[in-house]
T-cell receptor, first 113, second 109 residues
Framework: KAGVTQTPRYLIKTRGQQVTLSCSPI?????VSWYQQTPGQGLQFLFE???????NKGNFPGRFSGRQFSNSRSEMNVSTLELGDSALYLC????????????FGPGTRLTVL | KNEVEQSPQNLTAQEGEFITINCSYS?????LHWLQQHPGGGIVSLFM???GKKKHGRLIATINIQEKHSSLHITASHPRDSAVYIC???????????FGSGTQLTVLP
């Protein structure tokens, strides 16, 4: 069974641009969560989607948004990029929402210049 | 005060040593996760537990709900165990993990 895949793996953007990251969960998994990891703040929860619905969102500005498609694939979008958005963005999938083991993708490393 | 505190922040051990990493949390939780992150960023979920103890190979995780404390033990440590170990708590019905700052483990041959 293929693992969680994320595309692209690396991305360089400039301030003010927008970016879309993609996450394909493990087949059969319906919950996708997104996380941001920076050296200063560590790992922080962005949002979680289950069956195309955003169930929870972390403490991030409205520039961060996401969606989930009927095949459980998810995208996150960051608009009006700032230097501080440079980070490793990780997604994780699980079969159900709630108390289930999460399987992490390799991450997308975003650099904002 | 952070909701999830890990100790130590850095740990260097000799191959074969028994290792303990601690995690304390201040909120009510539904589950606690131990994660391993290797250089390059990939994260592997080691354990998810809500009570008692779990064992997988040389790794053992315990949790004391009353004391809001969990430990990750590595027996007979090996250089390939070198990684960052992260504790995370799941405090609601919707998946919203809160993470500790991680423990950088280096095992020397």
């Amino acid at each position: 069974k293929a693992g969680v895949t994320q595309t692209p793996r690396y991305l360089i953007k400039t301030r003010g641009q927008q970016v879309t990251l993609s996450c394909s969960p493990i087949s059969g998994h319906r919950s996708v969560s997104w996380y941001q990891q920076t050296p200063g703040q560590g790992l922080q929860f962005l949002f979680e989607y289950f069956s195309e619905t955003q169930r929870n969102k972390g403490n991030f500005p409205g520039r961060f948004s996401g969606r989930q498609f009927s095949n459980s694939r998810s995208e996150m979008n960051v608009s009006t990029l700032e230097l501080g958005d440079s980070a490793l963005y990780l997604c994780a999938s699980s079969f159900l929402a709630g108390e289930n083991e999460q399987f992490f993708g390799p991450g997308t490393r975003l650099t904002v210049l | 005060k952070n909701e999830v505190e890990q100790s130590p922040q850095n740990l260097t051990a000799q191959e074969g040593e028994f290792i303990t990493i601690n995690c304390s949390y201040s909120v009510g939780i539904s589950a606690l996760h131990w994660l391993q992150q290797h250089p390059g960023g990939g994260i592997v979920s080691l354990f998810m537990l809500s009570s008692g103890k779990k064992k997988h190979g040389r790794l053992i995780a315990t949790i004391n709900i009353q004391e809001k404390h969990s430990s990750l033990h590595i027996t007979a440590s090996h250089p390939r165990d070198s990684a960052v170990y992260i504790c995370a708590v799941d405090s609601g019905s919707a998946r919203q993990l809160t993470f500790g700052s991680g423990t950088q483990l280096t095992v020397l041959p």
